[in-house]
T-cell receptor
Framework: AQSVTQLDSHVSVSEGTPVLLRCNYSSSYSPSLFWYVQHPNKGLQLLLK??????LVKGINGFEAEFKKSETSFHLTKPSAHMSDAAEYFCVVRLTGTASKLTFGTGTRLQVTL | NAGVTQTPKFRVLKTGQSMTLLCAQDMNHEYMYWYRQDPGMGLRLIHYSVGEGTTAKGEVPDGYNVSRLKKQNFLLGLESAAPSQTSVYFC?????????????FGSGTRLTVV
């Protein structure tokens, strides 16, 4: 079965410092992986996606993620956090099969302090 | 271009009441999904549809029914609401296909069952 595990439920960083949100995946096949962001009381916005092309994926707002097959990881990073980055972040795997269903991790809440 | 529209945005129900949540998309997507979001649990798939006239159960289907009579609409019904169905509901659509990774989410419906 394919799944994702987000290793931290809460991460707190100071503005201007690096962000690291960790995600491990479990899959028998080469997975398609996504990061989504949800700002308070808002819907879901796609940050970036990995679809078996380049292992380093660049997304919006300065975020990027690296697919590491040997470590079964897809961690999300940003060099310098901004106050507007405070939100909940979801690591998501696309299930193989005809319905292209998405399976979500439990989420990581990012807090950015001054 | 509206994308995915969910109605209503908010609703309060009494235990035992019924209601229908409507999801409409204008992107001619084949696949549509209903998720529920609960704190600490990410988004979990309730039901999904891979085309007009077809529906299938997801991870947490109990207490819900769905219908996809028209390609652009996906309805989620609660026949007899229970407090455990208090949640935020998200609809999503996707074009489908092995190499299509685009999903669009609605802005959510916040449902409270008292």
């Amino acid at each position: 079965a394919q799944s994702v595990t987000q290793l931290d439920s809460h991460v707190s960083v100071s503005e201007g410092t690096p962000v690291l949100l960790r995600c491990n995946y479990s899959s028998s096949y080469s997975p398609s992986l996504f990061w989504y962001v949800q700002h308070p009381n808002k819907g879901l916005q796609l940050l970036l996606k990995y679809t078996s092309a380049a292992t380093l994926v660049k997304g919006i707002n300065g975020f990027e993620a690296e697919f590491k097959k040997s470590e079964t990881s897809f961690h999300l990073t940003k060099p310098s956090a901004h106050m507007s980055d405070a939100a909940e972040y979801f690591c998501v795997v696309r299930l193989t099969g005809t319905a292209s269903k998405l399976t979500f991790g439990t989420g990581t809440r990012l807090q950015v302090t001054l | 271009n509206a994308g995915v529209t969910q109605t209503p945005k908010f609703r309060v129900l009494k235990t035992g009441q019924s209601m229908t949540l409507l999801c409409a998309q204008d992107m001619n997507h084949e696949y549509m999904y209903w998720y529920r979001q609960d704190p600490g649990m990410g988004l979990r798939l309730i039901h999904y549809s891979v085309g007009e006239g077809t529906t299938a159960k997801g991870e947490v289907p109990d207490g819900y029914n769905v219908s996809r009579l028209k390609k652009q609409n996906f309805l989620l019904g609660l026949e007899s609401a229970a407090p455990s169905q208090t949640s935020v509901y998200f609809c999503a659509s996707g074009a489908g296909g092995q190499f299509n990774y685009g999903y669009t989410f609605g802005s959510g419906t916040r449902l409270t069952v008292v």
